[in-house]
């Protein structure tokens, strides 16, 4: 399985970008339970920004972006991280990843893709 991570880019502070990650053709989504957005600064630990439940639809933030970016997914499994009001601070790559069933870690992540926010 492959995720592949698209939309990183370069935004002034105060703008908005919207991330998607793909799976790979043919892949199917029936025993993931979780679909999560991750970050890492440079220098700084990975940290999970955001996650939403495959089946149930529930949605979880850090409490640093509450309010500023919003995790969906699509039918096909497409998963989208909407970032508003960007931050400098935000600036980091940022990972999907696909949590299994009866599975305490995160077993697929894509290749992240590069966030940059200037002041």
């Known amino acids: 399985v492959q995720l592949q991570a698209s939309g990183g880019g370069l935004v002034q502070a105060g703008g908005s970008l919207r991330l998607s990650c793909a799976a790979s053709?043919?892949?199917?989504?029936?025993?993931?339970?979780?679909m999560s957005w991750f970050r890492q600064a440079p220098g700084k630990e990975r940290d999970v920004v955001a996650t939403?439940?495959?089946?149930?639809?529930?949605t979880d933030y850090a409490d640093s972006v509450k309010g500023r970016f919003a995790i969906s997914r699509d039918n096909a499994d497409t998963l989208y991280l909407q970032m508003n009001n960007l931050k400098p601070e935000d600036t980091a790559v940022y990972y999907c990843?696909?949590?299994?069933?009866?599975?305490?870690?995160?077993?697929?992540w894509g290749q992240g893709t590069l966030v940059t926010v200037s002041s």
């Open positions: 053709r043919g892949t199917s989504a029936s025993r993931v339970l979780h």
């Open positions: 939403i439940s495959r089946n149930a639809g529930t």
């Open positions: 990843a696909w949590r299994l069933l009866g599975r305490s870690g995160y077993d697929w």
